[in-house]
């Protein structure tokens, strides 16, 4: 899920790209361990918080020119780029080292300088060298004047020693496991046995220390490097739980946090992606059916949620069972690429409309007639997102099974994962049992040590933004993680769809956030804001 906040290409917002958008915020996570031999036997290591055996003078970044961006992108010519070097292994701190890369946008100003606001636009594994310039085109004079902005590619992502399992399908999307359309798991299981093993033949045993709690202490090493002795930071989906981990090991380093479409960290991450996938898509996909019934006379999908519910049902079995070629196009339209593009274009509700034209246009190729109308959409949908030169193709992929794989065990019992999609494919048919289905994560051996643990309490110092209908990440992942955080953290929800919630129409959420950015005070209770205007 991904592009920025400022307008783009195709309206979509700029930095929160498409193709990443297919990230499920929900599943955000980290490392992997290799399955295979060389992997067979370890056991979870114990590693605290601290970073170990470090000093301030290990800590150095040189600040020069960014890494040349994808053709066709723009970056603003103050951001500064530099490369921090740190253990691959925590527990190891002499052994090998890997490459950071991270950004900075010097906006503060003299006299009102509060410190740095460290971004993570999620995904997960999506880099955020120039996250910095996309937050502040959003933020306004009153932040910008406290913070310097930061960004950082994590550990394996794009600059970041990028790690690739040479994937013969590189897109994230490619691993959402799908079922058969007579709700089979054959080919399921195949695959993800497959994609575990190429990584781990390919990529080995290193790969399992690019897990969340290292990211996290990759952090705590910009801030050494930053010289600051706390760190503000700014999480949005996947970033969230980072961010959580970040706290609950670095206490005394957290100074403001905001944490924004929200990860439950008590389900990392078999069942955030179980237990709340099919739910989120369920609460969302009625704001898309209703711009689709305001087209009802020209779109022809339904003149009521209902029917446009039931034809886009339909229209996902037939291309289940007969995918439709696509003019120009190398790929053929299927149930899954539909179901997963309807995902990305429901995390923001300027993109509501491309939906539902792409539904009318996905409708027509199954019928063979589609018009210039239509072809110009599946173009603009379906449009690839360049790579950064020198990021291999599949670094996404393969580090979204690091990242979901690695932080913390998935059950290994096929018939329990078949039990269970067919359950799921019942109840949620909008997601047609997915989530609920066997992923690569069921293949690899036991993570390179015990998944993170989310401290409840500490200073008060976090703010929780979250919408109500979140397809990404659901109402019910950001009530877990306040839960989780308790009486340390405050909570703003919001009456809106969509994944993101700061700048999205509500001046009730916006003012919360903002205000304590610039003073640091939280809202005395928990707040729900219900004055959303849509752009």
Known sequence: MTTTRSSAQHGFPRGRRIAAALLVSTLAGTALVACGADAKGSQPAKVSGKSVGETADDAKITWGKCPALAEGQTRDPRLACGTLEVPLDYQNPGGMRIDVAVSRLSTAQPGKRHGVLLLNPGGPALGGLDMPEAMASTLPKSVLDRYDLIGFDPRGVEHSTPQSCGLQNPSVSGLFPYPAADGSITKNVALAKADAQQCADTVGENLR??????????????????????????????????????????????????????????????????????????????????????????????????????????????????????????????GALLRNMTYALLLHNNTLPVLARFWKAADGLTHGSTTAADTAVLKEVLADTPTSPGTPADNQATMFMALTCGDAE???????????????????????????????????????????????????????????????????????????????????GVDNGGHYVYGEGSTCADKATVGFLTTGHLPDEDVYCTDVTQK
């Not at 018939?415 to 690899?444: F, H, Q, S």
């Not at 659901?474 to 405050?490: H, M, Q």
């Open 209 to 334: 220390y690019y897990n969340t709690a290292n990211t996290a202490r990759d952090m705590d090493r910009i801030r050494q490097a930053l010289g600051e002795k706390k760190i503000s930071y700014w999480g949005q989906s996947y970033g969230t739980y980072l961010g959580a981990v970040y706290r609950s090991l670095f206490q005394d380093h957290t100074d403001r946090m905001i944490l924004e479409g929200n990860v439950d960290p008590t389900k990392v991450w078999a069942n955030q992606v179980a237990d709340t996938w099919g739910k989120g898509m369920a609460d969302r996909f009625p704001d898309a059916a209703r711009v689709a019934v305001a087209q009802a006379s020209t779109l022809k999908l339904g003149t009521n949620v209902a029917q446009v519910t039931h034809t886009y049902l339909t229209l996902a079995d037939r291309l289940d069972r007969t995918p439709a070629a696509i003019p120009g196009a190398s790929v053929s339209l299927d």
């Open 410 to 492: 998935w059950p290994h019992d096929v018939d329990g994962y078949a039990a269970r999609t067919a359950v799921d494919r019942e109840k949620w048919p909008l997601t047609a049992g997915m989530p609920a289905n066997i992923w690569a994560c069921a293949y690899w051996d036991k993570p390179a040590e015990a998944a993170a643990k989310v401290v409840k309490g500490g200073p008060r110092n976090t703010l929780i933004l979250q919408n109500r209908r979140d397809n990404a990440t659901p109402w019910e992942s950001g009530v877990g993680l306040r839960k989780s955080l308790g009486g340390g953290s405050a909570f703003v």
